[in-house]
């Protein structure tokens, strides 16, 4: 008769080695977006080599350049951000998602788009990410991932699932055209000749892009761009346009636009948080779908069609004629 013999327990000598530093690792990653945050280290780390890259032919040291090293800066330490800063993840990986979609206009095609794919989907993983409840410890789900819970959940990771969806189709055809504007419940009918606007500042508040339409001119109808918001702030705001042979200029220190706002623009430039200069047309890649309230832009140039408001408050009013 054959006895098995019990097999002998390890003991925390015998244990496989680096066992307690894998332990902690997998813990402090499950306490943080750790793979939105390496998505987003390595699609910045992807444009920062791009310009230094042996390939001149093909990539240019030039402003491109020189926005791919910044935004691929910038997205390192988002990431790095995201995994010790985890309590900020959505302020941070909004940031992330809005500098992953610049990289396309700014620098060499977002990195030859490994970039700004990496940063987007990075951005949504970590914008979906959510904690553990209170009171639960990592480790202590008897065998079940911790995060397993998020699973069944439906609000973030959902909208994490989609945002990255909304955001492609919307760089690849903008938002359809709409019918042409100036009857019914339209806005009124344009100029020939949009008027030109200038701004040293520009922050607008609950700031969104709604498509691209077509207002109504004595010439046709004429394909703009549509901005709404909440309100604006414009320093500095200076208009030109031109009637035949004269030419009328209206100036203020400071303009304010309060409630729904609709910008009509043919053309829409400026530096955005003063440090990225990008331009938008209707013809053109479209404005990102949404933009951070926090947002503001700089050296605004425009070619504005139409603006209205509820209420336009104004400082330091000079009306020009020459």
């Not at 419940?185 to 691209?212: C, K, M, W």
């Not at 430039?269 to 053109?284: A, K, M, N």
Request: glycine fraction near 12%; charged fraction near 10%; charge should be positive.
């Amino acid at each position: 008769m054959l006895l098995k013999r019990p097999r002998p327990s390890l003991s925390p000598s015998l244990s496989p080695p680096f066992a307690r530093q894998r332990r902690r690792l997998r813990t402090w990653r499950r306490t943080r977006p750790f793979w939105g945050g390496l998505l987003i280290v390595l699609g910045g780390a992807e444009l920062l080599l791009v310009p230094l890259s042996p390939l001149t032919v093909l990539v240019s040291l030039g402003p491109g350049g020189i926005a791919a090293i910044g935004i691929g800066a910038a997205l390192v330490v988002a990431g790095l951000s995201l995994w010790f800063l985890p309590q900020a993840r959505a302020y941070v990986s909004v940031h992330a998602l809005l500098l992953s979609v610049l990289s396309f206009l700014a620098t060499n095609l977002g990195g030859f788009l490994v970039g700004m794919l990496l940063g987007i989907a990075g951005s949504a993983l970590a914008f979906g990410w959510t904690p553990l409840p209170a009171g639960a410890a990592p480790g202590a789900t008897g065998g079940q991932d911790p995060c397993e819970h998020e699973a069944h959940g439906s609000g973030p990771r959902a909208l994490a699932a989609v945002l990255p969806v909304l955001l492609a189709a919307a760089l690849a055809t903008g938002a359809p055209p709409a019918r042409a504007a100036g009857g019914p419940g339209g806005p009124p009918t344009a100029t020939r000749t949009p008027p030109s606007v200038a701004t040293s500042l520009f922050a607008p508040q609950g700031f969104t892009f709604a498509g691209v339409t077509e207002v109504a001119t004595a010439d046709g109808p004429l394909r703009v761009l549509v901005l709404k918001m909440h309100a604006a702030s414009l320093a500095d705001y200076r208009l030109r346009t031109h009637d035949g042979h004269e030419e009328y200029g209206l100036a203020a220190t400071s303009l304010e636009l309060r409630g729904n706002v609709t910008l009509y623009l043919t053309k829409f430039s400026g530096c955005i948080e003063g440090l990225l200069c990008v331009t938008f047309s209707p013809d053109g890649l479209p404005a990102p779908p949404v933009i951070p309230p926090f947002v503001f832009m700089t050296r605004v140039s425009a070619e504005q069609a139409l603006v209205t408001s509820d209420l336009i408050v104004t400082d330091g009013l000079r009306l020009e004629a020459s």
